[in-house]
């Protein structure tokens, strides 16, 4: 079975810093893909950064890096030079090998980003 | 490319009243799934359709909940009848499956869905 932890419910960060979400997860397929997901306060959920898990460097997208250790399983977010704008909900979450095209959330972790 | 659109964006019904969603994936995404996401937590699966077969609907409460795709294309969430605890948002998001792993899933704005 899959599982996905963020033990972060809230976070707060200064604007212009640098923050990290953590997340780890729980699997037993061999190959998975790891996700990134935004949803503001309007509900829409907005895709970030994937991390495939046989991937040898970390992703990137903009701000946005994935800090991916296999042997930890953790692939926490990291969101540089912080905007008012990325306050919201971060969702982990990730995909099998094995299980076909079933994603898997973690609970979420809010952001707030202080002026 | 047009992203996944849903309607209504907002919807409010008294108890025992019937409601239903509606679904438009990407176009060429195979992969529909409709999520329920309740306030603080994360989207759970309410069913996967792969084209227009329900290959996972596990956690759809099939007593008041029902779903269709007809075509393999637009897909429709129905409750009948809604309770309060069905206040949440509705979910649909899509995926293509060609390309494994690295397909991503892509989200619609939601149904905020308010039983009174």
């Known amino acids: 079975a899959q599982k996905i932890t963020q033990t972060q419910p809230g976070m707060f960060v200064q604007e212009k810093e640098a923050v990290t979400l953590d997340c780890t997860y729980d699997t037993s397929d061999p190959s998975y893909g790891l996700f990134w997901y935004k949803q503001p306060s309007s509900g829409e959920m907005i895709f970030l950064i994937y991390q495939g898990s046989y991937d040898q460097q970390n992703a990137t997208e903009g701000r946005y890096s994935l800090n991916f250790q296999k042997a930890r399983k953790s692939a926490n977010l990291v969101i540089s030079a912080s905007q008012l704008g990325d306050s919201a909900m971060y969702f982990c979450a990730m995909r099998g090998i094995h299980t076909g095209n079933q994603f898997y959330f973690g609970t979420g972790t809010s952001l707030t980003v202080i002026p | 490319e047009a992203g996944v659109v849903q309607s209504p964006r907002y919807k409010i019904i008294e108890k025992k009243q019937p409601v239903a969603f509606w679904c438009n994936p990407i176009s060429g995404h195979n992969t529909l799934y409709w999520y329920l996401q309740n306030l603080g937590q994360g989207p759970e699966l309410l069913i996967r359709y792969e084209n227009e077969e329900a290959v996972d609907d596990s956690q759809l409460p099939k007593d008041r909940f029902s779903a269709e795709r007809l075509k393999g294309v637009d897909s429709t969430l129905k409750i009948q009848p809604a309770e309060l605890g069905d206040s949440a948002v509705y979910l649909c998001?899509?995926?293509?499956?060609?390309?494994?792993?690295?397909?991503?899933?892509?989200f619609g704005p939601g149904t905020r869905l308010t039983v009174l």
């Open positions: 998001a899509s995926s293509s499956a060609a390309g494994g792993l690295t397909d991503t899933q892509y």
